[in-house]
């Protein structure tokens, strides 16, 4: 069988531009860091993506042996259309091993280059290539990364605490008392203004229940507002703290 060296030979050298691929190979399932499971439910077709998966973890570790008939290439890449043996299943359509890029390029426009080739070298007699079907694990990209959960700002006062939401515009101010919480929000009104004409809408608390209802709070108000994106006018929770604190010495 040829080796990988043999298909750039055949091609001819590349432009200056373009780096050999240091590993060239057929991508047979690309899975984007996730688990088989998780990358099938995303998938247009999960039944065909686990079935494929499942043979693919069957033949880990075995040599096959690919078919080059043609050369794909375009200003970015230069890759090889494969052919694969009979049982050696692949998600995509049109395999492909890339020998040449552009270091600007991703590794994905190669499938771009199959597609739509600027030019096409078909070769006088397949080259065989042989290799082990391997399965790689890549680390899962940021987004998929578990969020990590922030602890909500918290202030307590004489009279009350404030409870804010870790990143949007909201709390909850539990006083000591409904009467207290009750004056405060007569004295208050629907809407107070802070830093610069931020405005804050005021009204009782209603806590969610696991059901899916809510319940008042008799000794809470629910607090909510648009953040700004001004670091220096973002409210937190000794600002609310601060201003409610002057209201509750006044009653």
């Known amino acids: 069988a040829a080796s990988a060296a043999a298909i750039v030979e055949a091609a001819g050298p590349p432009p ?8 060239p190979h057929v991508t047979l399932l690309y899975l984007g860091g996730r688990s088989l499971e998780a990358a099938a439910k995303r998938d247009a077709n999960p039944e065909a993506m686990m079935a494929v998966g499942h043979r693919l973890e069957e033949l880990n570790g075995q040599e096959v042996e690919i078919q080059v008939l043609e050369i794909c290439s375009d200003p970015d890449m230069v890759v090889a259309r494969a052919i694969l043996p009979d049982g050696v299943p692949s998600t995509n359509d049109m ?3 890339t020998v040449h890029r552009h270091p600007s390029a991703p590794p994905a426009a190669a499938n771009n280059t199959v597609v739509s080739p600027a030019s096409v070298l078909d070769l006088p007699a397949p080259l065989k290539l042989r290799g082990i079907l ?4 890549g680390l899962p ?3 998929q990364l578990p969020r990590e959960k922030r602890s909500p700002d918290e202030a307590d006062g004489k009279w009350f605490n404030v409870r804010k939401h870790s990143s949007m515009g909201c709390a909850v101010l539990t006083f000591g008392s409904e009467g207290l919480r009750d004056t405060i929000l007569e004295k208050s009104g629907e809407h107070i203004s802070m830093k610069e004409g ?3 809408q005021l009204k009782p608390h209603m806590a969610k229940q696991p ?22 006018l973002k409210i937190d929770a000794h600002d609310l703290l ?10």
């Open 211 to 232: 059901d899916g209802t809510k319940v008042p709070v008799p000794e809470a108000i629910f607090a909510g507002w648009k953040q700004p994106k001004e670091v220096r």
């Open 141 to 143: 990209r940021q987004s």
């Open 134 to 137: 391997g399965l790689e694990y």
């Open 16 to 23: 200056p531009s373009l780096v050999p691929v240091p590993e």
């Open 95 to 97: 395999p492909h091993l």
């Open 198 to 200: 931020i405005s804050i």
């Open 242 to 251: 601060s201003y409610f604190e002057d209201l509750c010495a006044e009653c």
